[in-house]
């Protein structure tokens, strides 16, 4: 029943090792996004990927890499993490031209680096 | 680019009185998209209500419903008969049309934190 889910929910490490978030949809969307939210709770768009094709890049720096391996999928890895990293992601995902633009947003992953 | 405001960073309310979350946005498309998500302690964010500047009507859904006023480009969301559950942040977005030809990420704005008080 789960429409956008990502894993871990949870994610501990220590700064310097590289790191991965996945994130899934069942809702037949075409568009998936990364956010961030940082410790003041801002949230503000990383990649967004349209069909398997990044549309949108923010300034981020390129120890982020995302990988979208189909549609329903959208991952996020994070080379040598530094302790500025320590925030939530949150993956969502949208349907071009349908059901008014919406996007659906997972759970997070609220990620801590020491 | 697009711009959200947030002006109010925390709010409260009693229990089953009204309250109004105030937000402000900038941009020179004629076309967009406006959302209220919220974010209760589970960290969830959960769409509230959303409102196409084409349409002339106020959006409502149950208990929420919007005040949009696109001259002043004020989009103020108003909670009724408020409820212990409605505690959480509320953000206000922006998102442009597809026929803008931008890129069509959600813009947030602060966000307002609502207290229901008992």
């Known amino acids: 029943d789960t429409a956008v889910s990502q894993t871990p929910k949870y994610l501990v490490t220590q700064m310097g090792n590289d790191k991965s978030i996945k994130c899934e949809q069942n809702l037949g969307h075409d568009t998936m996004y990364w956010y961030k939210q940082d410790s003041k709770k801002f949230l503000k768009i990383m990649f967004s990927y349209n069909n398997k094709e990044l549309i949108i890049n923010e300034t981020v720096p390129n120890r982020f890499s995302p990988k979208s391996p189909d549609k329903a999928h959208l991952n996020l890895h994070i080379n040598s993490l530094e302790l500025g990293d320590s925030a939530v992601y949150f993956c969502?995902?949208?349907?071009?031209?349908?059901?008014?633009?919406?996007?659906?947003f997972g759970p997070g992953t609220r990620l801590l680096v020491l | 680019a697009q711009t959200v405001t947030q002006s109010q960073p925390e709010m409260s309310v009693q229990e089953a009185e009204t309250v109004t979350l105030s937000c402000t946005y900038d941009t020179s498309e004629s076309d967009y998209y406006l959302f209220w998500y919220k974010q209760p302690p589970s960290r969830q964010m959960i769409l509230v209500i959303r409102?196409?500047?084409?349409?002339?009507q106020n959006a409502t859904e149950n208990r929420f419903s919007v005040n949009f006023q696109k001259a002043a480009k004020s989009f103020s969301l108003k909670i009724s008969d408020s409820q212990l559950g409605d505690a959480a942040m509320y953000f206000c977005?922006?998102?442009?049309?597809?026929?803008?030809?931008?890129?069509?990420?959600?813009?947030f704005g602060s966000g307002t934190q609502l207290t229901v008080l008992p």
């Open positions: 969502a995902s949208s349907r071009t031209l349908g059901d008014q633009e919406t996007q659906y």
């Open positions: 977005a922006y998102r442009s049309p597809i026929s803008s030809g931008s890129a069509r990420q959600l813009t």
């Open positions: 409102q196409e500047a084409y349409k002339q």
